[in-house]
Every structure is written in structure tokens, then in C-alpha cells.
């Protein structure tokens, strides 16, 4: 096997390095992949710029990188359901113990989880990774390494529509057309939104909603006040929406978003804002508008192969370009700029096909 272990390592704020890492040994319970597609997330984009989010504070090197997915070179003694070969996508939390939240199905509100590139533990953004064989899932025939890599940011949006309740007809509001605006889109059509709103600043972004399936688009200007967008929400509905799924973390448009929001429906809260964010709550209160968060995802793996082997679901469009591994500092520059929608990093040198 090659000795060669290319790594995008994050030293400290700003200082983002390739260098070589030993390539490691699969447990009974893991598996070593050879990684094939890892697409750049905001959140490791903001690792990069401030070494922290929230509480989560980088304190030693770490591999950058989450969502992804590979090929199996060696199984872990332990393991049944995988073999050497088998094409297979990451779920990036790994529960680290059997505690009231795994007990639950709750697992990714476990305090102890285990997280790629999430200090202090590493990503897999490099040639060879092992993980737990039991958060790798195979991947079908019909579906490629990137749709695999893509099933990460797609189980954010499964998991914002499943706790907002996303059925057969529902209307929903989605705050930003970024990457998790726009999965966020693909979820909702996906589980039966009848007609999906999605708003940005960005026509570019608002254009490549249209592309996979946004009903109505609304730009959104520097001086639109939340009520206002609010109407004009309601007005390009032709009624208020059952749901609003908030993508951006910004005061104003959370606000939009609660304000939009039929009376006894839900607003979700995806994006990350400031710790602290004003919000009119007795508005909320007194049209029982509930407001719910959402921590990553737990259970959306398996869902998400079902809806892209069926093609229920088409991902393929959200990414805008490729780099191979070796120009990583060049996709980060890329994907901080905010250029494109997702920016996918090739790891296997003898294989960059999507």
C-alpha cells in the first residue's frame, strides 16, 4: 500500500497546511477508507478564518473535512457488513457512548459524540481515514462519490423538514439559497412541500433554486424590513406558509421567518447566528407559532441513499467546482469567496471522476 497520506490540516486560525499523516490502522469496529470526495463546508471555512465556533475552540492541529465518502481498503476484524471495496458514504458523528440521547435515537445530542473536524477531532479530509464500519454506509451502483459525500449536507435538510414536519402538501419558507438552503429545498419538495419559497440576496443563488425546484423566488434587499418580506412572502404564497426553515442565522431574517410563519405552524432554525439574537418571541407566543432547533442530523443516512438511488432526488447540481487534494488551500480561497454553491476536493489521485 502507498505511504502517501496528503492531509489539509488546520494549525491555528489562518494557518491551513497539506502535510503528510501516517495513515492509520483500522479497530475491530472500523474500517480504512481511501477518501474519494470530501465537499467543503462553511463550517470549516469559519475553522479557518476565527479557529472557533462557539465553544468548539481549536487548541491542536486538526484535519479539516466532513463531508465525505470512499472506498474500503481494509476491514477492522470485528466488522461483517463491509468488505475491502465496497464504495460507502461517511456520517461524520459517531456516538462515543450508550448514554439517554443514543438510548433515544437522539444520538447526535450526545455531550461525548465523536465529530469529524469538529475540535479535537479530525476530519477526513486527506488520502486515507479509518472510521467506525457502523456510521459507513454502502453505497448502491447507480450512485456516485460525490452524491455520497453530498448525502452530509442533504441529511441537514431531511432533518430540518422531519422536525418541522414536512408532509404531502405542506407550503414552507426557506431562509438563504445557500448549500443548506438549497438541500433544505430538495428535502422539502422530496417529503411533499407542495409549494417551496425560498429567499437570498444573491440571484445567482436564487437562480440555481429555480434550477432544482423552487417554486417562487424572493430577493432579498439590504433595507427590506421582516415585515415587509413577510408579505411579500404571503403574497407570492397566496397565504402565509405552515413552515419556515431558517438558513442563515441572520437577526433579520429569523425575524422574516417568525413573522411569515402561519398561526400554530413551525419555524425551524438551521442557520448559526449570534449567541444572542432578538426575536419577536410574543408574536410567536400568541399565534403559537413554534420554534424549534436543529443540531446536525441523526437517522438521515440510510433515507438519503433510498431518495438519491431512486432519484427522488438529484444533488448532482450543487456542485459548482472540483479541485484535486493538492490545491485545498485553492477550493478554501474558493469556497470563502462564496463562489459557486459546493466546492468538492478530489483525494484519490487515480480516480477524480465525480
Sequence with gaps: MDKDNLSVVLHSKGDLRLEQRPIPEPGPND???????????????HYWQNGRI??????????????ASGRVVKVGSAVTHLKAGDRVAV??????????????????LSPSIFFCATPPDDGNLCRYYKHNA????????????????????LSVGIHACRRAGV????????????PIGLVSLLAAKAMGASQVIISDLSSDRLAKAKEIGADFLLPVKKEDTPQDMAKKVEGMLGCMPQISIECTGVQNSIQTAIYATRSGGVVVLVGLGTEMTTIPL?????????????????NTWPVAISMLASKKVNVKPLVTHRFPLEQAV?????????????????????????
Design 282 to 298: 410574543l408574536n410567536a407566543a400568541l399565534r403559537e407559532v413554534d420554534i424549534r432547533g436543529v443540531f446536525r442530523y441523526c
Design 330 to 354: 485553492q477550493a478554501f480561497e474558493t469556497t470563502r469567496q462564496g463562489l459557486g454553491v459546493k466546492v468538492m476536493l478530489k483525494c484519490d489521485q487515480n480516480d477524480q471522476n465525480p
Design 134 to 153: 457502523s456510521f459507513c454506509y454502502k453505497l448502491p451502483d447507480n450512485v456516485t462519490y460525490e452524491e455520497g459525500a453530498l448525502i452530509e449536507p
Design 31 to 45: 474500517v480504512l477508507l481511501q477518501m474519494h470526495s470530501v465537499g467543503i463546508c462553511g463550517s470549516d471555512v
Design 91 to 108: 456520517e461524520p458523528g459517531v456516538p462515543r457512548e450508550v448514554d439517554e440521547f443514543f438510548k433515544s435515537g437522539h444520538y447526535n
Design 167 to 178: 408532509t404531502l402538501g405542506s407550503s414552507v419558507f426557506v431562509c438563504g439559497a445557500g
Design 54 to 67: 462557539g465553544d468548539y475552540v481549536l487548541k491542536q492541529p486538526m484535519i479539516l473535512g466532513h463531508e
